[in-house]
């Protein structure tokens, strides 16, 4: 499988801000510099880039990889900007990996950055045409929909949700590069006081716009060995899915994506849903997170509160959880990118004060964009393990 025959040699990050006092070019160019210093590879070798559609600084120039390329110096052959949501990250891997897989690059360079503080220009058409008419502004809206939606029908213990708060929150507390206006510990009560957003959805659900940037150097598995960089991560499987039945006129719409996307990922990485050691899964809002367990099967659909309830989803848990915060805690910066770095970060063993026990494999997830009447319109799943 093409996919297995990548290996991702080498990430960074930069700390994660409310409002960055440098330039997104800075921002890039920082982790440009350090994937070269940590892997010996000359910038003139790099002949990929791959960038995540997901950016408020870029949303008005729809050249923005070239633009970026352009003023980081990059002579590619190949350069991509993956278009679906917070799905964009993890889909970047797969497609850098397609391309190398293809013969149209030989290392790709993967860049999330953005500095919403700076530039908020998201298209909104789709909004504005749609659901801001009728007084549904933005995802936190939709998901108090869905979240109603799903207490209706299965019921919902808060606190299950406000234990998911707190373990994000926890693991931030132990993330020097997560926000510091994040890194504040919180208890379940504190969760279920926040002030309402949406109606259910708190001010402790909701994830953060910040300013940061993150990146990955992806190459062949063999060029890897050739270059002595034996630490690396491998893609196992990847899948995605999107507008999940949006053929049909009415759906259950507590059920995602996910549910295909993951039968097909962990099918292609040779896994079931029990062997997952960790699980970073894209965090947006609080409920999805409970979703996702459902959808992928770790429990069955309407017992997401009683899984939370049984499992201990700390670091030194038994299905660690997000382990540098989440989006929620640690910040929304980057593209959504944390908790794919996250989950890389921790596979090669250097999670610091939080690492994991078990490193077998991590599984990573995205959503993308928020479609009217129905779950998140895009759903991606990712598998990842060490180089054996």
């Known amino acids: 499988m093409s996919l297995r025959d990548a290996a991702i040699v080498a990430y960074a990050e930069t700390k994660v801000v409310d409002k960055s006092d440098k330039d997104i070019f800075e921002l890039d160019g920082e982790i440009l510099g350090s ?10 070798e790099i002949d990929g880039l791959v960038m995540s559609g997901l950016t408020r600084t870029g949303a008005g120039n729809v050249f923005w990889a070239q633009t970026t390329a352009d003023v980081l110096g990059l002579d590619v052959s190949y350069c991509d900007q993956v278009h679906i949501g917070g799905c964009s990250a993890t889909g970047a891997v797969a497609r850098a990996a397609a391309a190398i897989d293809a013969g149209y690059c030989s290392i790709a360079f993967l860049l999330f950055s953005d500095t919403p503080s700076e530039d908020n220009r998201s298209d909104r058409g789709f909004r504005a045409e749609w659901t801001d008419t009728y007084g549904l502004m933005g995802p936190p809206g939709s998901f108090g929909l869905l979240e109603q939606r799903y207490a209706h029908q299965y019921g919902l213990d ?13 693991h931030a507390l132990l993330n020097d590069n997560a926000c510091e206006k994040l890194r504040k510990p919180i208890t379940v009560a504190d969760y279920l006081n926040s002030r309402k957003i949406a109606e259910p959805i708190r001010l402790l659900d909701c994830v953060m716009p910040c300013d940061g940037a993150t990146g990955l150097l992806v190459m062949s598995r063999a060029q890897a060995k050739a270059r002595g960089l034996s630490n690396c991560v491998i893609p196992l499987g990847y899948a995605e899915r999107t507008n999940y039945r949006g053929g049909e006129g009415m759906v259950d719409i507590t059920w ?49 509160c009683q899984f939370i309830r049984d499992n201990d989803l700390s670091f030194t848990g038994n299905l660690p959880l997000n382990t540098g915060g989440g ?60 180089n054996d």
């Open 256 to 304: 995602s994506g996910h549910k295909t996307a993951g039968e097909r990922a962990l099918k292609n990485a040779g896994m079931t849903i029990k062997d997952v050691a960790s699980f970073h899964p894209y965090d947006d809002f609080i409920i999805a997170i409970m979703l996702q367990f459902e959808n992928l099967g770790f429990c069955g659909h309407g017992e997401g």
């Open 158 to 170: 808060y606190e299950m949700l406000g234990k998911l708060a707190v373990t994000q929150r926890n």
């Open 327 to 386: 989006l929620i805690s640690s910040g929304a910066a980057a593209c959504s990118s944390h908790n794919l770095i996250e989950a890389v970060r921790q596979l090669m063993g250097e999670g610091g004060r939080r690492q994991v026990k078990d490193t077998r494999n991590a599984l990573v997830t995205g959503i993308g964009w928020i479609n009217y009447g129905r779950n998140w319109g895009s759903s991606s799943v990712l598998a990842l393990a060490p």
């Open 35 to 44: 994937l070269l210093d940590k892997t010996g590879v000359e910038m003139k």
